[in-house]
């Protein structure tokens, strides 16, 4: 082809490319928070193997799932086809193909057959995603203009490639009589068929010669395009897939020496673009606005003004918009290292706090999310800032925190009374049984909230019944700190988190059960680092088993229709799904029936993130996916849906294992005049079953 012309277009397409790497490169520099994602690489590769080659999130919605993979996979395999081409700008041969993947070589006849099978996969998925587009529109995405350009460039691309094949042939038909049909490449040659009588051979050079550059000067144009939209995430997926969290969402960032920070009055959490980590600005990059996340966030779905996506996408913008300001203070300027002058304050400036408030931390948006960008993380570290530093937060959470802090729990209520939910069951307390197998760690709700109590009650008499060795802590038990961390009081979390593992290093306590999930969590994810490891089993596992080995027997019927419900943080957060289910199960008569949101996408019941100790935000939205209104409202409706509705709801149940969901949904059945359709635990709905009958 033209040696000159090749040179001059790459050199031109990738130095501008490059320019503009280095900008982003540099953005990235800003956040100076200290971040280590190089360990583990074993489970970092298979992420990348799975999750990016695999494509496996992305099935989570099955059309669109289908046809990125097939867009990903023409993508993969022309890229090689790409490096020949301009090759081939250099070489007198027009088949030219670095040896094996010469057009008529082995490999190489294999290669292009697979490029023009996959050249048709690619037409189809561009063709799906232009009909999501224009014709369905779903709410969730994002429909701008550049995803119709971007989707036109992937369609030039192939038709460039078709074109520059099909078009080779009729010319080698003209100059020396080969035929026109090639098995290799079974839809190229067809497309020569059906050219071959519309035009010319001058027409046919030039359209073999646009073919060729076309394919080129595409591939160019797109690259330089990628980084300046949300397809940059072509080019970010793979570090980002690589760096993410492998922790999961259970464990949130620690806040290293909180105590001397606060004395040298350095910023906590998260206020400015330098306060970010390097991996927060390689989430922003890499958002493809698919809109997963909000489409099952919670709070989106109810009407609030949080949508992930937005988040995202609102902090990005802001990022860019002032990225020559930002990087001219990234660290690598040590001069500038105390200069912020050109810096902006996330919160209010472009993140509204209503939109911080109304995360329920519940995990949906980075279950969803098909190229691994954290929310919860960036969520807390903005609330820590807004919590610790500015004094900014909604004012119900006062209370909480005020309780927290004098007596240890958010319910202010008397330390002292901590175990009065066990009277007349005979609950030994761990310091008159110090080797006793289990601590039943039975956190604040269960331990002065009457609904809750209950739980706690039929748990012990469950753990009774089935000889399980345990005892509880009693009026030395504090809050695990749940409420506090979530809601960006780290400082305090802290404080009780180290209290609560000094108390139970004095037992020597090693096997913990509960029946909160949030307690749970903590307990197993996050107290470890503060030398708190522990063995922690959440409560529906320990009767799961009970059941199994044949220590409890579920012997009395039980006839209602029960729907369950997934708390996020077994659920999501634990992956624990099936005990609580096989419980349900276990009991003679019982129905048990799945909301069409459950498991992995089951709706949170909204009291999550601290959600439990504060007022909903305020409704901004009436097209809702979920009806606007209150999160729980909506959830037992959801789970309500699956249940017969006659009889007023008699004979039906809705089934949780977290108090806070009990309490949410409750309210839930009680705000909307459904009091007939029960809620319980399943440890109360498996005590019923076990229980033997008064007076037997
Ligand atoms: S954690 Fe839940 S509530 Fe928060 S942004 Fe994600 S989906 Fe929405
Ligand atoms: S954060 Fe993830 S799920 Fe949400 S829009 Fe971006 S890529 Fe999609």
Known sequence: MSALGMTLLLAIGLLVFAQTARRRWQLMQVGRTALDRGDRMGDRLRSVWLYMFGQLRMFRYKGAG??????FAGFSVLSLRTIILAARGFSS???????????????????LFLKDLIGIGVIAGVLYFLYLRIVVRPQRMNLSAEGIVILCLILGLITADMTYEATGYIRGQQAHGTGLFHLKTPFASLYALILKPLLNSEA?????????????????????????????????????VLTRNLDGIGRLRNIEDI??????????????????????VLDFYTCTECGRCSDHCPANNTGKLLSPKQLTV???????????????????????????????????EVVNPDVLWACTTCGAC??????????????????RNLVMEQGEFPPQLQNAFRGLETVGNPYSAGPETRADWAEGLNVPLISDKPD??????????????????????????????????????????????????????????????????????????????????????TLANEYGAFDGNYDVIHHTDLLAGLLDSGRLKAVNACSETVAY?????????????????RILEAIPGLKLVEAEESRDRGMCCGAGGAQMWKEEEEIVRDDAKAGSGKVNHARTNQLLKVLPSGNGGGGCGIASACPFCKTMLSDGLNDQGREQVRQKDVAEYLWEAVEEPAGS
């Open 436 to 521: 006793a197998e289990y601590l039943y760690w039975v956190g604040c709700a269960p331990s002065y909230d009457d609904r809750s109590r209950k739980i706690a009650r039929a748990f012990v008499q469950l753990m009774q019944k089935a000889g399980v060795d345990f005892a509880i802590l009693g009026p030395e038990e504090m809050c695990n700190g749940d409420p506090a961390r979530r809601s960006g009081n780290e400082y305090l979390f802290e404080i009780l988190a180290k209290q609560n593992v000094e108390t139970m290093q004095g037992y020597n306590i090693r096997k913990i059960v509960t029946t909160c999930p949030h307690c749970f969590n």
């Open 366 to 383: 980075e279950q969803e999310c098909p190229v691994f960008i954290s929310y919860i993380d960036k969520i807390v570290d903005l609330r």
């Open 259 to 280: 105590e001397g920070r606060l004395e040298r009055e350095e910023t906590l959490g998260v206020k400015q673009p330098r306060d970010l980590a390097w991996k927060d």
């Open 66 to 71: 289908v046809a990125h993979a097939l867009i």
């Open 565 to 581: 419900h997934d708390s996020c943080y077994i659920g999501r957060y634990n992956d624990i799904y099936d005990p609580p289910r």
């Open 204 to 240: 046919v050079s030039n359209l073999y010669y646009l073919g060729f550059w076309g394919h080129t000067v595409i591939v160019l144009a797109f690259l330089n395009y990628l980084p300046y939209g949300k397809h940059f995430h072509i080019l970010t997926v793979l570090p980002n």
């Open 314 to 348: 609102d902090m990005r913008n802001a990022l860019y918009e002032n990225e020559q300001a930002l990087i001219a203070i990234r660290p690598a300027d040590a001069e500038a290292d105390s200069d912020d002058s050109g810096a902006f304050t996330f919160v209010p």
């Open 93 to 111: 041969d027009p088949e030219f193909g670095f040896w094996l993947f010469d057009d008529d070589a082995p490999l190489g006849v294999a290669y």
